[in-house]
T-cell receptor, first 111, second 115 residues
Framework: GDSVTQMEGPVTLSEEAFLTINCTYT??????LFWYVQYPGEGLQLLLK???ADDKGSNKGFEATYRKETTSFHLEKGSVQVSDSAVYFC??????????WGAGTKLIIKP | ETGVTQSPTHLIKTRGQQVTLRCSSQ?????VSWYQQALGQGPQFFFQ???????GRGNFPPRFSGLQFPNYSSELNVNALELDDSALYLC??????????????FGPGTRLLVL
């Protein structure tokens, strides 16, 4: 069945460092791909999405490109801030419209 | 515009009891989905309701059930609680368009602890 694998955390970086959180997927067909963020004590928020191959989703300085050849959707940001500390989830939506989630990656940004 | 709300925020129950969790969808949304998020894991899909009909179900035992009301609010019911049911229960709503995807907007969740 469909699945999502993302890098284990926590990922600890200094402020202004470059961020990459890896995400790979297994799915039949052509799923849509998402990154969600969960700030401490809050619900899940959609960060960005891509619905077809080579699409790039972007929001709040974060980017991710849908790579069909490598079945990947890695999350990147050029310069992280302390306020980016959160748990990041990669997810896919398959043909049955259900969201399949990765386990989440905790990001800790130190000033 | 009011977002997705869930009640209660926290709940403690004992094994064997029954629990009902509630969700009010965002204004104008007619699709509701429920997820279970165990500690340190990603959410797992329970079921989705579209205009009061079940529109998909995950791999969970029948003691987990749900329903959607005419105002599109929803309930998740769990019978015969087990210790492993301790988790964060998330509700998400989507705006109308049947047969295609719309972004899901999540509530803050209900944290259930089963002792």
């Amino acid at each position: 069945g469909d699945s999502v694998t993302q890098m284990e955390g926590p990922v600890t970086l200094s402020e202004e460092a470059f961020l990459t959180i890896n995400c790979t997927y297994t799915a039949t067909g052509y799923p849509s791909l998402f990154w969600y963020v969960q700030y401490p004590g809050e619900g899940l928020q959609l960060l960005l999405k891509a619905t077809k191959a080579d699409d790039k989703g972007s929001n709040k300085g974060f980017e991710a490109t849908y790579r069909k050849e490598t079945t990947s959707f890695h999350l990147e940001k050029g310069s992280v801030q302390v306020s980016d500390s959160a748990v990041y989830f990669c997810a896919l939506r398959g043909s049955n419209y259900q969201l399949i989630w990765g386990a989440g990656t905790k990001l800790i940004i130190k000033p | 515009e009011t977002g997705v709300t869930q009640s209660p925020t926290h709940l403690i129950k004992t094994r064997g009891q029954q629990v009902t969790l509630r969700c009010s969808s965002q204004s104008g949304h007619n699709t509701v989905s429920w997820y279970q998020q165990a500690l340190g894991q990603g959410p797992q899909f329970f079921f989705q309701y579209y205009r009061e009909e079940e529109n998909g179900r995950g791999n969970f035992p029948p003691r987990f059930s749900g329903l959607q009301f005419p105002n599109y609010s929803s309930e998740l019911n769990v019978n015969a609680l087990e210790l492993d049911d301790s988790a964060l229960y998330l509700c998400a709503s989507s705006p109308p368009t049947r047969g295609s995807y719309n972004d899901q907007f999540f509530g803050p969740g209900t944290r259930l602890l089963v002792l």
